[in-house]
């Protein structure tokens, strides 16, 4: 998602009413409990469980498509110009775009930081529900899209106004934190590097069984007991008092793990909302899959992405989703989507560009291949 031109102010009264369509919007939000995990498939530690992929047979594969959606919006250079809202389908089996729609609009509302929905949600509902219409078929499990779901300082993100009027599970993927609840870049990187290191003297403890059972499931490892924004043990390290922490190689520890594992999350504990205790997770280690991996071998992203639910979905599905849709930092749905839209504005401004009504949606080739 594009930074665009600046535009006028909103007023305090419209913000008030955006406020309560928000808190609407948070009310209608339905998070699934966490799925029950078998001990007998994942490893049971005290410090971290792991959620597995979501193929219900890990020897199998399988014969069906496993769709899952991603939207993005991408601005013009040029101010003045139409922006453009992207909606694609992914098929997890070989990660290949089998739907892509689009629309251009106007920019009449500019960005307020919090308010995003009430910029870009018209167009993407509407792309949401044409497919829904015109090719049932195709709809996905889930929607990734660009932007927060819960992870909300009123726990309604855009991925919740998604899910919420369309009904399909939605996934907020933030590339950046936004929304603190307490916690800041800071005390989340002091966390993930204790867990990391946590991992680690755990399989030198347990180094033949544990080690074969994360390395055979190969899912994503969370944080049992993730801390309190204001743990004081989360708080950032002085330069005379430097811990061990601050000055781990997280890089070195990620490429170590990433054989046995695809992804850590460290869930991110609320604000003391009863009905979002959890707002969201913090994920590395995912995706890795560089054109400029040499060797290609899964290194596992270092900088993390933040995983929140958006409607009709559990946090741990959610960030399991997100970690098996990774080959890179940000999962495949949105980045497609993201690429695909910078792409049309491209044509657009060369004059080259394709009149929606006669596109094809659908890609056969994408869909059919395995």
């Not at 003045?80 to 089998?98: C, E």
């Not at 992203?301 to 989703?321: C, D, E, F, M, N």
Request: aromatic share 6%; hydrophobic share 35%; proline share 7%.
């Amino acid at each position: 998602m594009d930074q665009d031109h600046s535009k006028p102010e909103i007023s305090n009264g419209r913000l008030e009413m955006w406020k309560l369509e928000q808190e609407v919007v948070s009310s209608l939000v339905e998070v699934d409990a966490d799925p029950t995990i078998n001990p007998s498939i994942v490893p049971d530690n005290p410090l971290f469980f792991v959620v597995p992929d979501d193929h219900q047979d890990f020897y199998s594969f399988s014969s069906s498509p496993e769709l899952y959606g991603g939207v993005d919006v991408s601005f013009p250079e040029k101010e003045g110009d139409d922006a453009v809202a992207v909606y694609v389908i992914i098929d997890k089996r070989n990660m290949k775009r089998v739907y892509e729609d689009h629309e251009y609009f106007a920019l009449e509302i500019p960005y307020v930081p919090t308010f995003l929905a009430f910029r870009e949600i018209e167009p993407l509902q509407r792309l949401v529900h044409k497919q829904v219409q015109h090719h049932p078929d195709l709809t996905p499990k889930a929607i990734l899209v660009d932007g927060n779901g819960i992870l909300h300082p009123r726990h309604a993100g855009i991925a919740c106004f998604l899910g919420t009027r369309t009904n399909i599970p939605t996934i907020g993927i933030g590339k950046s934190l936004l929304y603190e609840g307490g916690w800041t870049r800071e005390n989340i990187a002091i966390a993930m590097d204790q867990f990391l290191l946590n991992i680690h003297d755990a399989i030198k403890q347990n180094q033949d069984s544990l080690s074969s059972r994360l390395s055979h499931v190969r899912g994503t490892i969370v944080l049992k007991n993730p801390p309190n924004p204001s743990d004081q043990k989360l708080r950032t390290p002085s330069a005379e008092g430097s811990s061990a922490e601050s000055t781990i190689d997280r890089k070195d520890l990620l490429q170590q793990l990433a054989p046995l594992c695809n992804g850590i999350a460290i869930p991110l504990k609320g604000d003391g909302d009863q009905r979002f205790p959890v707002l969201g997770a913090a994920l590395v280690g995912h995706g890795g899959h560089s054109s400029s991996n040499s060797d290609n071998t899964k290194k596992g992203t270092i900088k993390p992405i933040y995983v929140s639910v958006g409607h009709r979905l559990s946090l741990l599905s959610a960030v399991q989703i997100t970690a098996s849709l990774s080959l890179h930092r940000i999962p495949e749905p949105v980045r497609v989507a993201d690429l695909y839209g910078r792409e049309l504005l491209r044509d657009k401004e060369r004059g080259a560009v394709a009149s929606p009504e006669n596109s094809n949606n659908t890609i056969t080739q994408g869909y059919s291949e395995v």
